[in-house]
């Protein structure tokens, strides 16, 4: 009956409780949606970490260091054939890496050499759709190098100028190479279009003066995240003794970035719904108060105080239960909508891609956060409900019963 | 059906003692019921006469619970309810006291059967038992058509009528109504206080109301007057 009862006051006042359902539905709407486009961003962000720069698993030498020794070698074996060949495993590849210098007529500066296996790093790391000049590794005699944007302006050279590389070998002697420029890339993330080089596996084993067979990194992509610990530990059994890295371990601030995702969402719709409260109490204060003497006749024919707090509080659940689905509804077609379309920031923003970020963004939420956010607004609801629920426990029946 | 000891020896129902109410008031404090001795016993059907302000409502709502006096105390069907504390109160008067109000009596988003089963509904009354009862109400007070009607649907003497069937409901020892017919136009407040006289009658249920109209007086048996919150006559009528 309380329930019934509690339904029917909300409808007292249609206008202004739609106002208050509208402005719940309107704020879960816009908190939810804020949600997904951030998740969306990081989303983006995690593909550029895993796609573009560690991808999955990472295979080193215990010596390899961040000084990148190159006598930290690793050596082709047939598990590693039956591992790359599994149906878990999307692509893979092997690298040689050399830290050293690179220099122009006009400029210097420093780089990391990476020889690559090129049609297998095509799908390792989507470096062939980053070309914005010159083509993927062509058929050439003399050795040919693909360098950042960034780094040409840098060093003032152009397609098909040649820069010279100098590193260490693994026998600790310098060694320098002229290498012909055949392609520049762009990718999102100019901090390393300013460093990373690319050039044939074979070129750089020669130079270096190892076995073309050896390598020092082998890189790993998967086809879905889920399983990335249970391959992580496969991969050490086929290279045992070597460190074996996901990408969480390679980058831990994105996995920071990712795992305080929660917190900081959660504190946006808090906000949120710290602002509708507001509304909530007010609007529930005047309905208390517009009914004083109602609440008076109940309470002199034997309704008790917890039945008085639990209609107001009732009625007030009740506003949130019919705001609360359709904002949520509203948020779900706006995020399954811009999810598909992308929404493109490049028109906004041209700092997005020096962050690393891409400029197209698809906003996702889980479903779980819909119940989440729901289930917040619920208890946002009791919580507002209190003071005017406890404003009417206030009232004293005689003085209600006697305002005619 | 309520068991009355009418006819043998009738029980006391309401025993005031002693009982005053103080409002401190704007300048001066208002003694609204000064020292009121006041002995009612079931079955009888009595009204409260005076002139305005002279305590009429202040005594319905001591007695009823709905108010706590200043000194002296009330027992009710037994129970001090004076001593009560608030939550034991609103038992109370959910189980014993019945009440009728001036105007504004009903729950507006309920219907006529929805109001009178409601306080029903309060006491955990099972529901079959509960709505005999509730068209039972609506019978004697000549409203079954009315039944499913919100109370604005409803004129002031119709609102009234259920009101009077919602006081019944509950079974209680005595109804307290304060001016239940003011709002009332002579034919309807006659026909209200015939159906309550009848019900007392026919029920023996214990009536006590406060009134200023003349022909309402007329149908009481019993006519306590007060004038300063004083009793200054107690009058029982054939
Ligand atoms: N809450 C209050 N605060 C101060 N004084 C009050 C209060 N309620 C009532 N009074 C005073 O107590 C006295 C009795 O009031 P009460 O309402 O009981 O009279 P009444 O006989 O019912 O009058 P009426 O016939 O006009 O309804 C009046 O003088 C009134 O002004
Ligand atoms: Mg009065």
Not at chain 1, 350 to 372: K, N, W
């Amino acid at each position: 009956m309380i329930l019934s009862i509690a339904w029917r006051n909300i409808w007292r006042n249609k206008t202004r409780s739609l106002l208050v359902a509208g402005s719940i539905a309107l704020g879960l709407w816009a908190g939810a949606f804020v949600m997904s486009f951030a998740w969306g961003l990081y989303q983006n962000n995690i593909h550029d970490v895993i796609y573009r720069q560690y991808s999955h698993l990472q295979v080193h030498h215990t010596s390899f260091g961040p000084d990148m020794d190159p006598a930290a070698l690793l050596e082709d074996n047939p598990h590693w054939q039956t591992f790359r060949m599994q149906p878990e495993v999307r692509s893979a590849t092997t690298r040689l890496m050399v830290g050293g210098m690179v220099r122009s007529g006009t400029g210097a500066g420093a780089c990391v050499l990476l020889g690559v296996v090129p049609f297998e790093e095509a799908k390792q790391t989507e470096l062939k759709s980053m070309l914005i000049q010159g083509r993927y590794f062509p058929k050439v005699k003399s050795p040919q190098v693909l360098i950042g944007e960034k780094l040409a302006h840098k060093l003032k050279v152009k397609l098909q100028q040649k820069i010279v590389v100098s590193f260490s070998d693994t026998g600790g002697n310098i060694t320098a190479s002229a290498l012909r420029i055949t392609g520049i890339y762009r990718s999102r993330n100019t901090a390393l279009d300013e460093r990373l080089l690319f050039t044939e596996k074979p070129m750089l084993a020669a130079m270096l003066g190892v076995d073309s067979n050896s390598f020092h990194q082998a890189v790993v992509l998967l086809q879905e995240d889920s399983n990335l610990e249970s391959l992580q530990a496969g991969l050490l059994r086929v290279f045992p003794g070597t460190l074996v890295q996901n990408w969480k371990q390679l980058s831990p601030e994105t996995d920071l970035i990712i795992s305080s995702f929660d917190l900081y969402m959660y504190i946006v719709i808090g906000i949120i719904l710290l602002a509708l409260s507001f509304g909530i109490v007010n609007t529930m204060l005047m309905a208390v108060l517009e009914r004083v003497r109602e609440i008076g006749v109940l309470q002199s024919v034997g309704m008790n105080k917890r039945r008085i707090f639990l209609m107001i509080m009732l009625e007030t659940v009740y506003l949130s239960l019919l705001g609360s689905p359709v904002g949520l509804f509203f948020a779900w077609l706006s995020i399954y909508y811009t999810g598909i379309y992308g929404i493109d920031l490049s028109k906004f923003s041209e700092g997005f891609t020096q962050y690393g970020f891409s400029a197209v963004v698809h906003p996702v939420l889980d479903t779980s956060r819909y119940y989440i956010i729901g289930l917040m607004s619920i208890i946002t609801a009791i919580l507002a409900s209190a003071y005017p629920a406890f404003r009417a426990l206030q009232l004293k029946p005689v003085d209600a019963v006697r305002k005619i | 059906m309520e068991t009355t000891e009418a006819g043998t020896q009738a029980a006391t129902v309401i025993d005031a003692h002693e009982l005053s109410k103080i409002y401190n008031g704007r300048q001066v404090p208002v003694k609204a019921i000064d020292g009121v001795h006041l002995h009612i016993e079931e079955g009888e059907f009595t009204a409260i006469v005076g002139p305005s302000g002279s305590g009429k409502s202040t005594l319905l709502h001591l007695i009823g619970g709905l108010d706590v006096p200043s000194s002296g105390n009330v027992v009710l069907a037994g129970t001090e309810i004076t001593k009560l504390s608030e939550n034991k109160l609103i038992d109370f008067r959910l189980h014993h006291i019945g009440f009728v109000f001036q105007a504004y009596n009903l729950v507006p988003v309920l219907t006529a059967r929805e109001n009178i089963g409601f306080v029903m509904q309060l006491q955990g009354i099972a529901k079959d038992v509960r709505e005999k009862r509730v068209q039972e109400l609506l019978a004697q007070v000549g409203l079954t058509d009315k039944a499913d009607c919100k109370p604005a649907k409803l004129s002031g003497g119709q609102q009234q009528r259920v009101a009077v069937a919602r006081a019944l409901a509950s079974r209680p020892r005595i109804v307290l109504a304060d001016e239940p017919t003011a709002n009332l136009d002579s034919v309807n407040a006659g026909n209200l206080l015939d159906l309550m006289a009848r019900l007392n009658r026919e029920e023996h249920i214990t009536f006590l109301f406060s009134t200023h109209d003349p022909r309402v007086i007329e149908k009481a048996r019993r006519v306590i007057t007060l004038v300063d919150g004083r009793v200054v006559s107690d009058q029982h009528h054939a």
